[in-house]
């Protein structure tokens, strides 16, 4: 079982004690009665990783562990082979003792977009809103965090990320608990909160800017980064029974919509910051993801629109400040 003590001790003073009151109870009960049928699966195959302290660690510029001397080719043979029962990996890349995981999406490219816009990190406490893997977590490390905290309901991430973990060193400035925004008590304790394609899976985005809102400190920043389309501050799709083969996207909104909703959610300085559409470059099948992505979820005839006929995917960012 993942044991969250670490954690507990890191919060128990400061700015998040008070998510003791309800945390370790919420995570006891995930244990005994949530675990996902090939939980037990996924965490023996991060327990069979080696514990490695790397001599080389680059969490600023990419995800990257080193040893000197390398490992031999059947160490990085037994590391890749327990890696790859962790698959699917969609958010990364990550490069580990040799082991290159070529994740579905190109995250690197996200966070060059989105920092220069944001924030300096340094010392600051953050919470990244359905992290995946982990892997933006430990970019805001790299970016100077004193601590970055992620959550995330699904149990694969949560292994993929403990996996990684593992092989920085069991580094603890970085954690990720199994839970959904909607498990959160109103903390009111992070200095900036990311929530990144989260939004349009939510059936009320406008509660969702709430529960982001309720994290943050006074003046806390939020970074609000995901799916829109073009248009003027009344446009919305509200999509049929999928959108780009996905049966759980409920609203997308365009920008300047987006940018109404967080006014009205009581957030100020709202600057939307980017606009970028999803290439095939950015997400794609690789060896580590073999499923379908975004190049069988677009027309084949035209990338302009999905299998669907709604406006391919387009991405922004969005930054705001809680008064």
């Known amino acids: 079982m993942i044991d969250f003590g670490n954690f507990y001790q890191l919060i ?3 700015p998040l004690s008070h998510w003791l009151n309800t945390l370790p109870a919420q995570l006891s009960a995930w244990q005994r009665e949530s675990l996902h049928g090939k939980f037990k699966q996924w965490f023996n195959a991060v327990e069979a990783l080696p514990e490695l302290i790397p001599s080389q660690l680059d969490v600023q510029h990419s995800v990257t562990a080193a040893l000197q001397p390398d ?5 990085r043979e037994g590391l890749e082979v327990r890696l790859r029962q962790l698959m699917p990996w969609r958010k990364g890349p990550y490069s580990l003792y040799g ?3 070529d994740t579905e999406w190109r995250s690197d490219w996200k966070w060059e977009r989105l920092t220069p816009h944001i924030s300096a990190l340094q010392g600051r406490l953050v919470l990244d809103v359905g992290c995946g893997s982990g892997y933006h977590l430990w970019r805001m490390v790299g970016a100077g965090a004193h601590l970055a905290v992620g959550i995330d309901p699904m149990q ?11 092989l920085l060193g069991n580094d603890q400035r970085a954690h990720v608990l199994p839970l959904g925004i909607e498990q959160q008590p109103e903390l009111a ?5 990311f929530s990144m394609g989260v939004l349009y899976h939510r059936r009320s985005p406008l509660d969702h800017l709430w529960q982001l809102k309720n994290q943050l400190v006074s003046a806390g920043e939020l970074v609000l980064e995901t799916l829109v389309i073009e248009g003027d501050e009344n446009a919305v799709l509200v999509p049929g029974e999928r959108y780009a083969q996905m049966r759980n996207v409920y609203f997308i909104p365009s920008a300047p919509a987006l940018v109404r909703w967080l006014e009205k959610c009581g957030f100020v300085d709202v600057r939307i910051v980017d606009h970028c559409v999803t290439t095939l470059e ?4 690789t060896s580590w ?12 005839n035209d990338h302009c629109k999905t299998c669907e006929g709604y406006p391919a995917p387009l991405r922004a960012v969005i930054v705001a400040r809680n008064p």
């Open 12 to 14: 128990a003073k400061g």
């Open 71 to 75: 490992l031999s080719n059947g160490q």
């Open 99 to 101: 082991v290159n995981i």
């Open 156 to 166: 694969l991430f949560v292994c993929q990320f403990e996996a990684v973990r593992k």
């Open 189 to 193: 304790a992070f200095d900036t909160v």
């Open 282 to 285: 950015e997400q794609r099948r």
């Open 289 to 300: 993801m073999t499923t379908e992505s975004l190049a069988d979820f677009l027309d084949p």
